[in-house]
């Protein structure tokens, strides 16, 4: 009978020790989820997220918007431009490096800074998966894509706002870009014929963003962008000759706000932009609305190009799209003398 009972007690100790374990097991699973990305990845992410670190200057942008108390780093460090309209609290973050453009990634630096998860913000490329699977092997921390294009960047930010546990920011800021995208989306299509643009920046005023590619989404929308040339492989514009510039011809000339170009000069005063006085220097404070890079900067950008193409018909009330724009992507309140600043050197020609 005393073995009997011993027995008895044993399997009663090892029941109780599995069914302990499985509670063990399942209360960390609770813990996390998982999370299919835009490049169809599944991967497990903390349910509570309070660190976070981003891939590139493109989702540094957009996820200053939506969380930038839980940024434990930068991928580049913030442009003096940047520093009045971010405030001191974030000027001096580690800086991480990017995945892509310089491939500079310093994994030293984010595994010190501990992030819970490395977030990709933008455009699909066509290695994705295999480019997050990679980070994400080396590093040991959970790496996922969030697809942002400008129709679905609403989109983004209601899957960043759940993922980071800021649903109403992710609202909020998903509202302003649907609302921004649709109204230019409806402007377009009511332009018969579009202006002849380029862009070109650079210090000579020699590198075009090419119609087709990811960063002339804006132009291509609103205008007819002129530069069809090869799309760059690595960054974000093509170099052209100044016979080619020529041969374009622009109606209307976008400069980079690097740009320096004599308009008495050639090949400049041979232009019909240049003739009639239309060339305009893209506002870059704290980033080039045009989209370098091609982030939710592209947004003020819509409104921009859109009032200065279209000043009778864009319905947009350029000053106050500005401050709501600051607003929300910066949390800084920008008064009328800010938005002067903003728009002072615009005008290259008059």
Excluded at 90 to 111: C, R, T
Excluded at 172 to 189: K, N, Q
Aim: with cysteine.
């Amino acid at each position: 009978m005393p073995c009997k009972k011993n027995l008895f007690l044993a399997v009663l100790f090892l029941l109780t020790c599995v069914l302990v374990g499985c509670s063990t097991e399942r209360q960390e699973n609770d813990d996390t989820y998982p999370f299919t990305d835009s490049a169809g990845r599944t991967v497990e992410l903390p349910k509570h997220i309070e660190r976070i670190a981003p891939s590139g200057g493109l989702a540094q942008v957009a996820l200053f918007a939506v969380a930038p108390d839980a940024l434990v780093g930068v991928a580049g460090k913030w442009k003096d431009a940047a520093l009045p309209y971010i405030g001191t609290k974030y000027a001096d973050l580690p800086v991480f490096g990017q995945f892509y453009g310089m491939k500079n990634l310093n994994k030293e630096a984010i595994l010190s800074a501990n992030p819970q998860v490395i977030i990709d913000v933008g455009e699909k490329k066509p290695t994705i998966a295999e480019d997050m699977d990679g980070i994400q092997a080396a590093l040991g921390i959970p790496v996922i894509f969030v697809e942002a294009r400008l129709d679905n960047t609403d989109e983004a930010y209601r899957t960043l706002g759940k993922v980071l546990g800021r649903e109403q920011e992710g609202l909020e800021l998903a509202g302003y870009c649907s609302d921004i995208y649709h109204r230019t989306m409806t402007l377009a299509s009511q332009i018969e014929k579009k202006p002849r643009l380029l862009y070109v920046a650079g210090a000579n005023g020699n590198m075009a963003v090419v119609r087709g590619s990811f960063h002339a989404q804006v132009l291509d929308l609103l205008a007819d962008n002129v530069a069809d040339a090869e799309q760059p492989t690595n960054g974000a514009m093509s170099q052209v000759s100044y016979e080619q510039i020529l041969a374009w011809n622009p109606d209307v000339l976008l400069i980079g706000a690097e740009t320096e170009i004599d308009p008495a000069a050639l090949p400049w005063r041979e232009l019909s932009a240049v003739k009639n006085g239309k060339v305009l220097r893209v506002p870059a404070e704290p980033y080039d609305w045009m989209g370098r890079p091609p982030s939710v900067n592209r947004f003020m950008g819509m409104i921009w190009l859109a009032v200065r193409l279209y000043p009778q018909e864009s319905g947009f009330d350029l000053r106050a799209e500005t401050k709501r724009y600051y607003r929300l992507f910066y949390h800084y309140e920008l008064d009328d003398a800010g938005v002067d600043v903003l728009l002072a050197k615009e005008r290259v020609l008059r």
